[in-house]
């Protein structure tokens, strides 16, 4: 008597991705077969991988302790008030998400937009200057060096 259904399903003609992980056994075993040369050589490439992947480490910690955060507090009209936050993003911080969680914290309306040289910034309704200094400082954790308030006074125009 035949099946009629086959026991497996037919193989695919795409080949299957695998992520294999080795032990460090198997890892010494495989470079113990190699040649002299070539375990030198091994080594003196993950020498400078591991070189390379600390100087690029040490780069970015230089780069989020140079990068300033701007805090300005903006009149709108009269005695209305939005506050500004730039730089933010060169610490690695999400602007949606931070923009999101100001909104909650302050019971504010904000929002990040596209400023005029292509960055982006969080603008939040009222003046939360001090907060914000508070949540970047605390919460953020960025030296208190690397943040700058700034307040700006809307220009009256001419007529």
């Known amino acids: 008597m035949a099946d009629t259904a086959p026991s497996e399903p037919a193989a695919s003609t795409e080949p ?5 992980v080795y032990c460090g056994k198997a890892i010494a075993s495989s470079l113990s077969t190699l040649s002299v040369d070539a375990q030198k050589r091994a080594q003196k ?4 991988k ?4 600390a100087a690029a480490e040490a780069k970015e910690e230089e780069r989020k302790r ?3 955060v701007w805090i300005k507090r903006v009149e709108r009209n009269k005695r209305k008030y939005v506050t500004v936050v730039e730089g933010l993003e060169g610490h690695g911080m999400d602007l949606r998400k931070v923009a999101k969680e100001w909104g909650k914290k302050f019971a504010t309306g904000s929002s990040v937009t ?3 040289s292509g960055g982006e910034e969080i603008v939040v309704q009222g003046d939360n200057s001090d907060d914000i200094f508070d ?3 605390d919460v953020g954790k960025i030296p208190e060096d690397n943040v700058e ?3 700006d006074k809307k220009k009256k125009s001419a007529g």
């Open 66 to 68: 140079e990068a300033m």
């Open 114 to 116: 596209k400023t005029a």
């Open 16 to 20: 299957q991705a695998r992520h294999i």
């Open 149 to 151: 308030c700034i307040e």
């Open 135 to 137: 949540w970047v400082v």
């Open 45 to 48: 490439d993950a020498a400078k």
């Open 50 to 53: 591991e070189a390379k992947a």
